[in-house]
């Protein structure tokens, strides 16, 4: 179905069909996908939320968290709606720019949730590493600059390819078998060649992910270096405490993101096509979900903030109830 501008083979709109043979379940597939959004939508607002009104999280490590929370939120909110829309409603239509506009952030945040990563890697390489000038080194004006390139680099990687699929010629329906606007998937349903598509994605993923998992490998060789030439036990301890949430963070992210990568160029018909999206779906879900779990499990400071917060009322209540 092309829309009216036959010149340009532009469809009017796509068709999102979910999870490919999997119809009959959608109503189900799609409760957990809801209480996880539910889940990364709550507990990544309320860490903000803790980040910002917490003085003793006015850190650089804190301040890299707020960002990669909030990268996961807009992440949830782009994506899930338009998912339950689809499962539960049966409302499979979207309009051909919005199916872009939804490419272009999906791809653009996940891009900027592997540079936030990446950042934080730096982040334990100074605070470990040169401990005397952290303070100094990240001021909040790097910071702040370190996040603004990073969300920069994902908006002009991702700009060439989303312009590159608007202009390819659709004439071979508008049918798209995900639960989401994927560039590939779009590119895939064209009549045109999309080759340069397919070699611009291959490169935006090797020049983003790659630069960002060797600046990750080897703030965390240097870590480890300067953490086994400690002498006391409980320093190596404490040292190795810091990392371990962002470690459990950079697994939970990339593990699902190289399988969905990977499945779209090299796995051809060896991979079932509803585990493929179901993959895709996790790779989306699962990080904004976990983090801040992870997070709060994992760091003490960020225990006893909640705690405050909690408790923060009664225990002043209690203060004055005393003097």
Known sequence: MCGENSSSLTPGFYILNGVPGLEAAHTWIALPFCFMCIIAVLRNCGLIYLIGHEEALHRPMYYFLALLSFTDVTLCTTTVPNMLCIFWFNLKEVDFNACLAQMFFVHMLTRTESGVLMLMALDRYVAICYPLRYSTTLTNLVIAKAGLATFLRGVLLILPFTFLTKRLPYCQGNFLPHTYCDH???????????????????????????????????????????????????????ACSTCTSHVCAIVITCVPAFFTFFAHRFGGHSIPHHIHITVANIYLLLPPTMNPIVY????????????????????????????
Do not use: P, W
């Open 296 to 323: 709060g499990v994992k760091t003490k400071q960020i225990q006893e903030g909640v705690i405050k917060f909690l408790l923060g009322d009664r225990l002043s209540l209690s203060k004055t109830n005393k003097s």
């Open 184 to 238: 590939m998937s779009v590119a895939k349903v064209s009549c045109g060649n999309f080759k340069v598509n397919a070699i611009s994605g291959l490169m935006m993923a090797l020049l983003i992910g790659v630069l960002d998992i060797c600046c990750i490998s080897v703030s965390y060789t240097m870590i480890s270096r300067a953490v086994v030439s400690l002498s006391s036990a409980d320093a190596r301890h404490k």
